[in-house]
T-cell receptor, first 116, second 116 residues
Framework: AQSVAQPEDQVNVAEGNPLTVKCTYS??????LFWYVQYPNRGLQFLLK??????LVKGSYGFEAEFNKSQTSFHLKKPSALVSDSALYFC??????????????FGTGTRLKVLA | DSGVTQTPKHLITATGQRVTLRCSPR?????VYWYQQSLDQGLQFLIQ???????AKGNILERFSAQQFPDLHSELNLSSLELGDSALYFC???????????????FGPGTRLTVL
């Protein structure tokens, strides 16, 4: 079965520094990988996804993610963190239910705190 | 704005009561997913509907039920409410048809349910 893991519950980074939020995956076949961000008391917002092609995927708000097949990782990155990036980040992988419809499997989330 | 709408935004009720949460998917999306997020917890998948039919069930209690109507909006019914049902309930939608590389799940803003 497909799965993702987010090994860090929380990541702290100083404003202006680069940030990385880690995600590793376990899939059979080609991975369809996603990153979402959740601000307090808000729904999850789609940031970016990897389907195929270029290993560096660019997304919203200056975020990008690097797909690494050999390390089975899909880490979220940003060159320069902003205090406003402080939020809960979820990695997800798309699988298929027995019924044939798509199933989205989410990691446990990583809380990013950007310190001024 | 993801295009997924949920009402109400907040709901406060008493134990033993029944409530209905409503979700309208993005225009053109056929698939609706319901998730529960308890305080500082990850997302728990509850149930999925596709074009009016139930397609997958997750960790949904027997006291909970859902349906998707011909106009594709969905309702999640929670009955015999308990204190532990207090959570954020999210609806998400996706197209589920066409090119799989384009299918992405988009989330509504959520309904915060408080059971007193």
């Amino acid at each position: 079965a497909q799965s993702v893991a987010q090994p860090e519950d929380q990541v702290n980074v100083a404003e202006g520094n680069p940030l990385t939020v880690k995600c590793t995956y376990s899939v059979s076949g080609n991975p369809y990988l996603f990153w979402y961000v959740q601000y307090p008391n808000r729904g999850l917002q789609f940031l970016l996804k990897y389907i195929t092609g270029d290993n560096l995927v660019k997304g919203s708000y200056g975020f990008e993610a690097e797909f690494n097949k050999s390390q089975t990782s899909f880490h979220l990155k940003k060159p320069s963190a902003l205090v406003s990036d402080s939020a809960l980040y979820f990695c997800a992988v798309r699988d298929i239910f027995p019924s044939g419809t798509y199933k989205y499997i989410f990691g446990t989330g990583t809380r990013l705190k950007v310190l001024a | 704005d993801s295009g997924v709408t949920q009402t109400p935004k907040h709901l406060i009720t008493a134990t033993g009561q029944r409530v209905t949460l409503r979700c309208s998917p993005r225009s053109g999306d056929l698939s609706v997913y319901w998730y529960q997020q308890s305080l500082d917890q990850g997302l728990q998948f509850l149930i999925q509907y596709y074009n009016g039919e139930e397609r997958a069930k997750g960790n949904i209690l027997e006291r909970f039920s859902a349906q998707q109507f011909p106009d594709l909006h969905s309702e999640l019914n929670l009955s015999s409410l308990e204190l532990g049902d207090s959570a954020l309930y999210f609806c998400a939608s996706s197209v589920e048809e066409g090119n799989p590389s384009t299918d992405t799940q988009y989330f509504g803003p959520g309904t915060r349910l408080t059971v007193l």
